[in-house]
């Protein structure tokens, strides 16, 4: 599926788990498993971060004289720079790195109703890859065999209509839950 119908679709998940932070995690959340697509924005964007992690961890370390500090930072950094350079759809497309993403979740967030807005949004981007034809490795590193639930092709108009039904589907959400209170 395309980058923006993860985006919606994680938005309306997070928005209906956690509320408007939750939609905003959540569009956050559904972009993420794309981090191993080194050509798209996430990859690159990805790359910044790492770049900028591992800068700030030095700095951070200089000025602080934290190396707990440092070391977070700088280990982010490169943990950032090595999950562009997996391949797609590989080992981040995978319940492994869902339930690693839920725990980072966890331990930055706190609240039940966002973690699961971060959590639940991640698989949201599974699910919906598992539509094409490509499949995701679910079970990896367990099995590199690829789960096909369909074979909609990215661009196609199942991905469009979905795209349409989760835009319609999290602001009908929105706008009940603002008008009912």
Known sequence: MRLRTHIVVG???G????GPLGGALGAFSGMIPDVDLDVG???RGARGLGLLGIAGGLLAG???RSVAAAGIAIAGG???LMLVRLPHRGPTHSLTMAGLWGALGWFLLRDPALVGAWAASYLSHLFLDALTPQGI???WPLSKERLRLACWRT???WDHAILIMGGIGGLGWLGWRLFSS
Do not use: E, Q
């Open 78 to 80: 490169f943990l950032l």
């Open 15 to 18: 928005l209906w788990i956690g």
């Open 62 to 64: 200089y000025l602080l």
């Open 137 to 139: 490795p679910w079970l």
């Open 155 to 157: 661009g196609s108009l």
């Open 11 to 13: 938005a309306a998940t």
């Open 41 to 43: 924005s996430v990859g």
